[in-house]
T-cell receptor, first 115, second 109 residues
Framework: NAGVTQTPKFQVLKTGQSMTLQCAQDMNHNSMYWYRQDPGMGLRLIYYSASEGTTDKGEVPNGYNVSRLNKREFSLRLESAAPSQTSVYFC??????????????FGAGSRLTVL | AQRVTQPEKLLSVFKGAPVELKCNYSYSGSPELFWYVQYSRQRLQLLLRHISRESIKGFTADLNKGETSFHLKKPFAQEEDSAMYYCALSGPLTYKYIFGTGTRLKVLA
């Protein structure tokens, strides 16, 4: 099983360029998440999608947009990249049941550098 | 507001020594608490969750609602425990999932 797959694994952008990070899961999970990981700041939630057709802002949504394309896919777009968006980005998914303790399954991460 | 605080960025202990990684949280209601671990060159993965009351790889964590804490403990550290540990919080009525800033554990030989 692939689990959660992110592409690309590495990307270098110039300031002002745009790009989309792709994420797909094959576990039939309802909820999907995008986090960024920065030294000393841990994992911060950018956006999440509780279920297909819905998206909500997390802690640090500015400068990002997301699309829940279908149940499997959740993409993160940087419209005009800034050096402050240099980070490692993680996609995650969970069953998304309100009644239980949802466990996150993570992708391998995407390292983005903005020059 | 939901918040998870891990006060230690780095914790170094000798092999065989006890380990305690601290986690405090802020949440209105009944939280669901988790510990995730990231070993070198591996994906972030669940270590344990309070609802299961389990011991994984010798680690345990008790939810203390009075002190709003969920500290991770192990009586005898092993070198393979060296990793980045994140405490995380969610809730029964939300899909939001918040992480702390993480603690890097180094177990010295």
């Amino acid at each position: 099983n692939a689990g959660v797959t992110q592409t690309p694994k590495f990307q270098v952008l110039k300031t002002g360029q745009s790009m989309t990070l792709q994420c797909a899961q094959d576990m039939n999970h309802n909820s999907m998440y995008w986090y960024r990981q920065d030294p000393g700041m841990g994992l911060r939630l950018i956006y999440y999608s509780a279920s297909e057709g819905t998206t909500d802002k997390g802690e640090v949504p500015n400068g990002y947009n997301v699309s829940r394309l279908n149940k499997r896919e959740f993409s993160l777009r940087l419209e005009s990249a800034a050096p402050s968006q240099t980070s490692v980005y993680f996609c995650a998914s969970s069953e998304g049941q309100l009644s239980g303790a949802n466990v996150l399954t993570f992708g391998a991460g995407s390292r983005l550098t903005v020059l | 507001a939901q918040r998870v605080t891990q006060p230690e960025k780095l914790l170094s202990v000798f092999k065989g020594a006890p380990v305690e990684l601290k986690c405090n949280y802020s949440y209105s209601g009944s939280p669901e608490l988790f510990w995730y671990v990231q070993y070198s060159r591996q994906r972030l993965q669940l270590l344990l969750r309070h609802i299961s009351r389990e011991s994984i790889k010798g680690f345990t964590a008790d939810l203390n609602k009075g002190e709003t804490s969920f500290h991770l403990k192990k009586p005898f550290a092993q070198e393979e425990d060296s990793a980045m540990y994140y405490c995380a919080l969610s809730g029964p009525l939300t899909y939001k999932y918040i992480f702390g800033t993480g603690t890097r554990l180094k177990v010295l030989a």
